[in-house]
């Protein structure tokens, strides 16, 4: 017996350090790719290399707001402390000059840098996985034209401090599945298209799939949506966005634009929208919008239309909750976004019909009501104004009525929102 407990025991103990020193790891990257590819082709690649750069939302991860272009340094927040994005410029000593072809494919498909230094998922490797090799060859050619930017990443703090790496060779054991793009012979080139992005460099799931406990990627939840950095990344399923009214058209304006009839991009989707989908090619932004909106029998459903008032909203008992809550919006918020909810061309968006209103979860409305939203620029020299905050002139039972009112009279929803879920919303510092 007791020899038997010293066997399982010596087993384990084995098999955690296997899982430990990488023995478990596998590469995606054949040997082929060890050799370097020629200046010709690498110049030929560039273009390519740059639209997929665009769609991995590179820049948005690894630029600062007013820093060079991906010279690294973005802090990114976790609960077991910062990490900080790394100088992915061609300069050889604080960013990846050095990488070979190979190198840069493991990076990007393995989640492994050179030297066996396991990075750390806030890196989307789970995602860039599925980039196909071809493409891989291309983001590096693109990136190693770029200029060379001598800018040291700053230290991570908290755990990442410590000789953690290690230890992602037992997360990626766990959430690092080796997936593969759907691709279907029988879907359009689009659809098909949209597959690879979505899944794969774009990235979308890293937001609106939710996480288990180990902030790895529920993907039996694929793309049902999210709380993130405390925002709701809506759920992006057929049926969800076709009942927030989109349809290929609005969606792609969406992801294009960042402003669209269902609403604008905030929280981390602006980031997306202003660093990767505006600046794609149409043809490609179209592709996701497509592959996100095909049910599963292979149909793009008719876009739903914008939720009816609900009676009690439209006709409430003169100083019920509800009825404070018109009143409110018409003295705080008309000015802006119109009696009516029609909202105003270049100065805020219309309530009716907005999307952000229609979601079960009521997170995203009251963090904007209390917090408000900076000005921000969108293509195409659109600008609207910064939405204030209210978090000082409203009280949290003034908010509280006010968002139920919005959400039964333009978004369709009948659950009150109280003054505790208000209250709940975290202040920002600025
Ligand atoms: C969601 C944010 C995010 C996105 C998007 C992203 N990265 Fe990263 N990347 C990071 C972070 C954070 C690190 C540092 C991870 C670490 O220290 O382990 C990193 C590390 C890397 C490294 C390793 C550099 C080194 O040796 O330290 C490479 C190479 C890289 N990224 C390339 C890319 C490319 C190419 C793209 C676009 C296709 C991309 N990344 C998109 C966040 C991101
Ligand atoms: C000074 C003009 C202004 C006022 C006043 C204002 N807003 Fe806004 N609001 C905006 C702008 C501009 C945006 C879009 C910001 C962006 O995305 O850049 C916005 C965004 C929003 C959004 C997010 C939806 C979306 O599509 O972006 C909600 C919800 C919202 N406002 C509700 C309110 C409520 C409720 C009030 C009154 C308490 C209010 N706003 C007052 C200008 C205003
Ligand atoms: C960094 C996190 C993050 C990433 C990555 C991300 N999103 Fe989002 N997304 C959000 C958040 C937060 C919201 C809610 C705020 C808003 O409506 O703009 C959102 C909203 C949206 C909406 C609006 C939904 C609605 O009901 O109006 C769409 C559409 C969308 N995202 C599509 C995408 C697609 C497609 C991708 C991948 C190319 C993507 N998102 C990647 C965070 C993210």
């Avoid at 300069?91 to 030297?115: E, N, V, W």
């Avoid at 040291?152 to 401090?161: C, D, L």
Wanted: net charge neutral.
């Amino acid at each position: 017996m007791r020899r038997i407990m010293f066997a399982i025991l010596a087993i384990i103990v084995v098999g955690g350090l296997a899982v430990l020193f990488g023995l478990f790891r596998s590469t995606a990257v054949a040997p082929e790719y060890e050799k370097p590819l020629s200046t010709a082709e690498m110049q030929a690649l560039i273009p390519k290399g740059r639209e997929l750069a665009l769609a991995g939302d590179c820049f948005g991860c690894h630029s600062r707001p007013s820093g060079p272009m991906l010279a690294g340094g973005v802090p990114i927040a976790t609960p077991f402390g910062v990490i900080h994005s790394s100088n992915i410029t061609p300069d050889p000593t604080y960013g990846i000059g050095k990488y070979t072809r190979a190198d840069f494919h493991r990076a990007l498909r393995d989640g492994m840098a050179p030297g066996g230094r396991s990075l750390y998922p806030a890196m989307p490797y789970v995602y860039t996985h599925l980039t196909r090799p071809e493409d891989a060859d291309a983001i590096y050619a693109y990136i190693m034209s770029l200029p060379p930017i001598a800018q040291p990443t700053p230290e991570n703090t908290g755990v990442f401090r410590l000789p953690v790496r290690m230890f992602m060779n037992f997360w990626d054991l766990l959430n690092f599945p080796d997936r593969r793009a759907p691709q279907r012979a029988d879907r359009s080139e689009a659809w098909n298209r949209g597959a690879y992005l979505v899944e794969g460099l774009g990235h979308c799931g890293s937001c609106h799939t939710p996480m288990n406990f180990m902030m790895g990627p529920d993907f039996s939840k694929q793309l049902q949506g999210a709380v993130i950095e405390g925002y709701e990344a809506p759920p992006l399923t057929s049926a969800a966005l076709t009942s927030r009214g989109y349809d290929i058209d609005t969606l792609t304006t969406f992801l294009a634009t960042g402003i669209a009839p269902q609403g604008t991009a905030f929280g981390g989707m602006y980031t997306v929208t202003h660093f990767s989908t505006s600046a794609m090619e149409r043809k490609d932004v179209e592709a996701i919008a497509t592959y996100l909106l095909t049910d599963a029998t292979g149909r793009v459903p008719e876009p739903k239309q914008p939720p009816a008032p609900l009676p009690e909203a439209q006709h409430p008992a003169a100083g019920s909750p509800m009825d404070r809550g018109r009143l409110t919006y018409a003295a705080a918020c008309a000015g802006c976004h119109g009696l009516q909810g029609e909202g105003i061309p270049n100065v805020a968006p219309a309530m009716k019909g907005n999307a952000t209103l229609a979601e079960e979860n009521p997170l995203n409305v009251l963090t904007v009501v209390v917090n408000g939203v900076p000005v921000r620029k969108f293509t195409g020299n659109q600008r609207l104004y910064a939405m204030p905050p209210f978090a000082h002139r409203l009280a949290n039972d003034e908010i509280a009525d006010l968002v139920t009112w919005l959400r039964a009279e333009w978004g369709g929803r009948d659950q009150p929102v109280t003054p505790e879920a208000v209250a709940a919303i975290p202040r920002s510092v600025e």
